[in-house]
């Protein structure tokens, strides 16, 4: 029985926010990309799971900062989050970058805030 | 005078022609042939002679007539050709006048086109300037900018802390919830 990208990835979302074993079901996806030899929409799968869970309430966000975030800081990313897409479970996703300089860069399945001095100096320069 | 007196004699006794010398059987033989003569004269010759005279005097009249056409044909060609030589000249007049205006309107067009040619070059030349500086500052304003941006990032790159990080960040969090 085939079952379509969207049906899979909705799934998938929906287990994931209900506390489903991780490890399992990225065995099952990555099956089904090699059954499907979806090889080259990986990507594509992985931000419609994302977009699926941010739908049911639990947004996976990549929070880039050129320094490693503080407690309070990201308790404030976090509630930033929650407020911006109406989530109820955050996951924050933390990367270190130097090059930004300063500032932070917050992507979510469905937005990217970017408040990063070297995105500022890049406008700047494009100005 | 005794001849005289003789034939005198002699009229009175055998009358008055024979006084005339005339002999009357030649006179009625002469009258008659007169007669004959007029009447064949009348008859055959003198109604040849009337038609020819009638046949010349049409003949005249014709050629009057003719002549009278003629000169009036002639009068209405001179006329016509007056005329026609008037209207050449009047056309010729006309179309004179119609090419002293070309020419003259050709010249000011010219002089139109020409002045517009070179409005229109100066305004090329204007703008190219324009765009030639606006250019210029454009470059410089990039340039310097660049210039800035990078003085700004080793400014901050030496100067930003990890506390002023982490209030320039709450600051933009909350730049947004707004």
């Not at chain 1, 924050?92 to 990063?116: K, M, N, Q």
């Not at chain 2, 090419?99 to 100066?122: F, I, N, P, Q, Y």
């Not at chain 2, 500086?133 to 310097?144: F, H, I, N, P, T």
């Amino acid at each position: 029985m085939s079952i379509s990208r969207r049906v899979l990835t909705r799934s998938i979302a929906k287990q994931l926010h209900e506390g489903g074993q991780y490890s399992q079901l990225v065995s099952q996806l990555a099956s089904f990309i090699v059954t499907r030899r979806l090889y080259g929409q990986t990507e594509l799968i992985v931000a419609d799971i994302a977009r699926e869970l941010a739908k049911l309430g639990t947004v996976d966000v990549n929070v880039t900062t050129a320094r490693q975030l503080s407690g309070d800081l990201r308790t404030e990313i976090e509630k930033f989050v929650r407020d911006v897409e109406s989530a109820k479970i955050v996951r924050v996703h933390e990367t270190i970058d130097s090059e930004l300089i300063g500032g932070v860069v917050i992507e979510t399945p469905s937005r990217r805030f970017d408040a990063s001095v070297a995105s500022q100096l890049t406008r700047l320069r494009n100005v | 005078m005794n001849f005289t007196v003789t034939q005198f004699a002699q009229t009175d006794s055998g009358g008055l022609l024979d006084a005339l010398g005339i002999d009357w059987r030649m006179l009625v033989f002469q009258l008659i042939g007169f007669c004959v003569l007029v009447f064949i004269l009348g008859k055959y010759v003198f109604p040849i002679f009337n038609r020819v005279i009638e046949e010349r005097e049409k003949q005249f009249a014709d050629n009057a007539k003719a002549a009278e056409t003629a000169r009036k044909d002639a009068e209405a060609a001179e006329k016509r050709i007056t005329e026609e030589l008037d209207a050449a000249k009047k056309q010729s007049a006309d179309i004179l006048e119609v090419a002293r205006k070309e020419a003259a309107k050709t010249v000011e067009d010219a002089g139109d086109k020409a002045s517009k040619k070179a409005d229109h070059l100066l305004e090329q030349a204007q703008a190219r300037i324009d765009l030639q500086v606006s250019d210029a500052k454009r470059s410089l304003q990039s340039e310097m900018v660049s210039l800035v941006a990078s003085a700004t990032e080793k400014v901050i790159g030496e100067k930003l802390d990890a506390r002023h990080d982490n209030e320039l960040i709450k600051k933009a969090l909350k730049d947004a919830e707004r």
